[in-house]
Each structure stands twice: as structure tokens, then as C-alpha cells.
């Protein structure tokens, strides 16, 4: 017998883990509309408060991918870099930044994003401010990825489950699993990503994660709280080939000060301080925090096999160059 989502709740408040196939069923039924808000409200709150397991995450991504529009990309090594969100910061579009300058160093680049949750500003924000039209348009994709290096997936066309959770979410306030799903649910299924974590729970949690995916990652967080490179103290890298914790001077940097990451009150702010990185024109804190993620991600997709000093040397490059701000402006032509 099917067990209807009573059955799912009771079992949850026991303290009991529902399996990767139970969670894919769920998932499943929300898009079909099978239980009211209130029993999906409970199932989230309930997850939220136990912690969910590596079965249950990944259920909801089969979920997710198997009801949602692929993105086949003509490329075969192309990373995302992301946070999971809801570390409450505020911080300045850190991730999609440095996509942008991975992207500038001549690494292929299918960035997988959405509107702040919890933020000013998320990645879809500040591209949409640029005046870029999101689209699932393979043919577009493809052009982008293939001419300026780069693609921005805009998850709300491609996860077609999120709607339906989009206002149960919003009403919320807290993050739940869909900020640990949004990482690993981008339809083009990569295989790298540069993942930022909130705190060591979520590290461990991933790691098991991507093993069982079977993909180069790195998963970063910062000890003080920062769900990416913050720079602000120490933080945590873990990898498919190491796992350590580095002092900001490791690499050769300063120590940032928390409100020199702040992404503003407004997207206009947020978006500005965007451009000031790829012009070349930011805070030194504000661009070595770009360095830094750019550095990492530039790590896994050469296997591990370049230290992460030349690595962060070529996310330098990318910047000074004005290389990464070419690509920005050649992706800017290409989607607007």
C-alpha cells in the first residue's frame, strides 16, 4: 500500500529517515498537487529540525531532475560554483562572481541559480539586473556556453517542483532542504562544483553526497559561519583529494572584515559591487574573496593537480586582465 503523507509525518516525528524512493514519491506528489500546504509545511519543519539524511537529499534531487527540463550542454568538464544560502549575511554575490572570472580564465562555466531566499540579492538577481533574459532554450544555452564560456541556468525554468514550494518557502523564513537541494539539483548535472556550506554539518553531509553522485568537488566553508571563502578568519576545504583548514594568510591575504562583504540594501548595491570586482575597481577584501572561491573552483577542474597558489594566481590574471570582465560583457550581448 502507498503510504499517503500521514503515514510520511507520523514515521518523521518518531524520529524515524524515510528512503531515497520514499522521498522521490513525495517530491513527485508535490508537483501533482497530492498534499495541502499545511502536511508540506510540516514535512519541511520536521526534516528541518532532525537533519536530513544523504537517502533523503538525494530522493528529493532524483525528484527534482526527473521532473524538471534537462540541460544538455556541449561540453564535457564545465563547473558551478554556489552556496547552499541561508547562512543570513547578506553577503555580496560572492559565487556568481567568480563564476564569471573562472569563466575569464578560459574554463567552461554553467552556473545554476535563483532568486534570493535569504538575502538582498541572489545569483538570478544581480543577472537579471544586468538585463539578461533567462531562457531554456538549448540552442541559447549552448551559444553561450561555447562563445563567452559561460551559462546561467535560472533554476525556476528548469526545477519545475520549485513553484510549487515557492510561497511555502517564502512563508517560512528559514532555510529547509531546498537550500540543500538547490546545489546539486542544476539540470545540467556537472561534474565539478565548488560548493559553499554554512557550517561542518553540511560539509559532512555533502561530501557523502558527491561520493555517492561520483563527481570533482569542493565543498568550502568558513568557521566562523560564512557559507563560502569568507576570508574573515579561518576556514575548511574539502576536497576529493584533501580536506584542510587555512588561514586567510595561507594564501597570501588579509584578513577581510565582516562588513566589507556585505552585499547592500539593494540590488542596485549588490550589482554594483559585482561590477567593481570585474572592473577592477573593488575593495581589496571584496576581490580577494572573488580570488579566493575563483582559486578553488579553478582547483577542481584541473583535478587538483595545480596548487592552489598558481590556481588563485590565474583567477589574478583573469581579473587584471580585464579578461573576466570581457566575458561578462560577451555573456551580457549573448543573453540580453
Do not use: W
Not at 175 to 204: E, H, W, Y
Amino acid at each position: 500500500m502507498e503510504q499517503t503523507m500521514k503515514g510520511y509525518l507520523f514515521r518523521l516525528l518518531n524520529h524515524e529517515e524515510l528512503t531515497r524512493e520514499e522521498m522521490k514519491t513525495i517530491l513527485i506528489g508535490i508537483t501533482h498537487s497530492e498534499y495541502p500546504n499545511e502536511q508540506i509545511t510540516a514535512l519541511l519543519t520536521c526534516l528541518q529540525m532532525r537533519g536530513v539524511t544523504v537517502d533523503e537529499l538525494l530522493g528529493f534531487r532524483d525528484g527534482i531532475l526527473e521532473t524538471g527540463v534537462p540541460a544538455i550542454l556541449q561540453a564535457d568538464r564545465y563547473i558551478d560554483v554556489v552556496g547552499t544560502g541561508g547562512d543570513r549575511k547578506n553577503t555580496f554575490n560572492i559565487s556568481t562572481t567568480a563564476c564569471f572570472v573562472i569563466a575569464g580564465a578560459g574554463y567552461k562555466v554553467a552556473k545554476h541559480g535563483n532568486y534570493a531566499a535569504t538575502s538582498v540579492s541572489g545569483a538570478s538577481n544581480v543577472i537579471q539586473h544586468h538585463g539578461i533574459k533567462f531562457t531554456d532554450d538549448i540552442d541559447k544555452l549552448n551559444r553561450s556556453l561555447n562563445e563567452a564560456g559561460i551559462v546561467y541556468l535560472h533554476a525556476q525554468l528548469f526545477a519545475k517542483a520549485m513553484k510549487f514550494v515557492g510561497p511555502i518557502r517564502k512563508a517560512l523564513q528559514f532555510p529547509t532542504i531546498f537550500n540543500l537541494l538547490g546545489p546539486i539539483v542544476n539540470p545540467s548535472q556537472p561534474k565539478c562544483q565548488l560548493l559553499g556550506v554554512a557550517n561542518l554539518d553540511q560539509m559532512r553531509l555533502y561530501n557523502s553526497v558527491y561520493q555517492k553522485i561520483g563527481i570533482d568537488y569542493g565543498i568550502v566553508n568558513s568557521i566562523d559561519g560564512y557559507d563560502e571563502i569568507s576570508l574573515t578568519g579561518d576556514f575548511k576545504v574539502t576536497t576529493n583529494n584533501y580536506e584542510r583548514i587555512f588561514k586567510p594568510s595561507d594564501l597570501g591575504f588579509a584578513i577581510a572584515k565582516p562588513e566589507e562583504l556585505v552585499g547592500g540594501a539593494t540590488e542596485e548595491e549588490a550589482a554594483e559591487i559585482f561590477d567593481a570586482v570585474l572592473e577592477n575597481r573593488a575593495l581589496p577584501a571584496q576581490k580577494n574573496i572573488v580570488l579566493a572561491n575563483a582559486g578553488f573552483g579553478i582547483q577542481v577542474l584541473e583535478k587538483g593537480q595545480k596548487s592552489i597558489e598558481e590556481c588563485i594566481a590565474i583567477a589574478r590574471e583573469s581579473i587584471d586582465s580585464g579578461a573576466a570582465l570581457r566575458t561578462f560583457n560577451k555573456f551580457v550581448e549573448l543573453n540580453s
